[in-house]
């Protein structure tokens, strides 16, 4: 299939890495594009018409890839696959746009400290790109819970979002897109809002094809008396079970979980961002592996009833979540911050910024970045460190992540 400028086909292609060679595409496919020998299982880009009969049925979401290329690949060359080569660039149709808006999107997210991230080297592959606005993928609203006190000024809600047979891999620290419905004042479709998958890769229970959000409604007193409604975070958080929605991407390459129970990370967060250690938590206490690594929270909120997760947290076991919950607003008590918390465990940080298998998250706020950083800066000159150039050599290895909005 061209494009509107015929210079490219849009090629259907298998990965072989979560292939299982059940060969249910094979025995779907109306006109006999798939086929497969030892080795894999293939389309033959000549007979394939793109009808999406085989996407479906199949149970890993391996054969739901799509390829802008100037020629096919020949079925001799996708039998020798171990994996799939390098995705080429997306034409500027509505792939191209998605890609363009999160890419925006996480362009403005890693700004500052953050910089250029690299994934770490032992994380997972992750999928990217594999719905767009013009084909999202359907997902169904299977629960919505308010996960901060009621009659509090934060309103943060748990989303379930369900997608059914409809294969949508994720990793831990990876990002979907929402569009809410309706136009915005210029009279065009709203733009993409990302929210980061606050659930682990096999979902809210191990084995379920769901993810999880972490929501904070948007609703702020202007000064003129009237108040700014957010237009995603009210419409996600007013969602009722059994809606429906149309959801994006997943995107994000390098805000993944080390899979290396050796490691030790550090995730330091305020309010909704910590929805990406929320999936990173889950993660380590399911697989439950022997190592000398841990989880180590700093997590920053007014009062313990306006922190999300705080009765959940209290449930995590210490020999996978060592936390440091942290309160501005506690009667009778001076303010504290994430920062200070840190300075005052500035020991333990310390040793752990001189380990090798250290990883650093920084999630929340863009104002939370700047207290953080001086802070590293401080702890690590202590240890005789210099931070700028400990992190700068920590996030070319992988190992530090920022994300502030």
């Not at 999880?212 to 237009?231: I, M, Y």
């Not at 929805?275 to 889950?282: K, L, Y």
């Not at 939370?368 to 992190?391: F, H, K, N």
Request: glycine content about 8%; charged content about 20%; hydrophobic content about 40%.
């Amino acid at each position: 299939m061209q494009n509107s400028e015929g210079t490219t086909l849009k090629q259907h292609l298998i990965d072989p890495e979560i292939c299982i060679r059940c060969n249910t595409c094979e025995a779907t496919c109306p006109i006999n594009a798939i086929t497969h020998d030892d080795n894999n299982y293939v389309v033959d880009a000549n007979t394939c018409n793109a009808c999406g009969d085989c996407i479906s049925p199949c149970p890993t979401g391996a054969i739901d890839n799509w390829f802008n290329v100037a020629k096919p690949y020949s079925l001799d060359e996708q039998f020798s696959w171990q994996e799939l080569p390098p995705r080429p660039p997306e034409p500027a149709l509505a792939a191209a746009a998605a890609d363009a808006e999160a890419a925006a999107l996480f362009a403005e997210a890693h700004k500052g400290a953050g910089g250029p991230a690299r994934a770490p080297s032992t994380a997972a592959k992750p999928k990217v790109n594999l719905f767009n606005r013009a084909t999202p993928a359907q997902a169904r609203v299977a629960g919505n819970i308010r996960v901060t006190k009621s009659g509090t000024s934060s309103d943060v809600h748990h989303i379930i979002l369900d997608f059914g047979s409809t294969p949508f891999p994720v990793l831990e620290g990876q990002s979907i897109g929402v569009v809410p419905p309706g136009l915005d004042a210029t009279g065009r479709p709203h733009a993409m809002r990302l929210y980061s998958i606050a659930s682990a890769r096999d979902g809210e229970k191990p084995g379920a094809n769901n993810l999880a959000l972490t929501v904070k409604r948007v609703a702020e007193p202007r000064e003129d008396g009237s108040v700014f409604r957010g237009v995603a975070s009210n419409w996600l958080c007013d969602l009722k079970v059994g809606d429906s929605l149309g959801v994006i991407g997943p995107f994000g390459t390098t805000f993944l979980l080390p899979d290396e129970p050796e490691a030790d990370v550090v995730m330091i967060c305020t309010g909704t961002g910590s929805a990406p250690f929320r999936g990173f938590t889950e993660r380590r206490r399911r697989i439950a592996q022997a190592g000398s690594g841990k989880l180590h929270l700093y997590f920053g909120a007014r009062t313990p009833q306006e922190l999300p997760y705080f009765g959940p947290l209290q449930k995590v076991p210490a020999e996978v979540l060592a936390q440091e919950l942290v309160y501005s607003r506690l009667p009778g008590a001076p303010k504290e911050y994430v920062q200070d918390r840190m300075r005052a465990r500035s020991a333990e940080l310390g040793a752990l910024l001189a380990k090798p298998r250290t990883h650093i998250y920084v999630c929340g706020l863009r104002g939370l970045e700047a207290g953080v950083d001086q802070a590293l800066t401080e702890i690590a000159a202590a240890r005789g460190m210099d931070w700028p150039a400990v992190r700068a050599a920590m996030r070319e290895e992988g190992r530090f992540h920022v994300e502030t909005y």
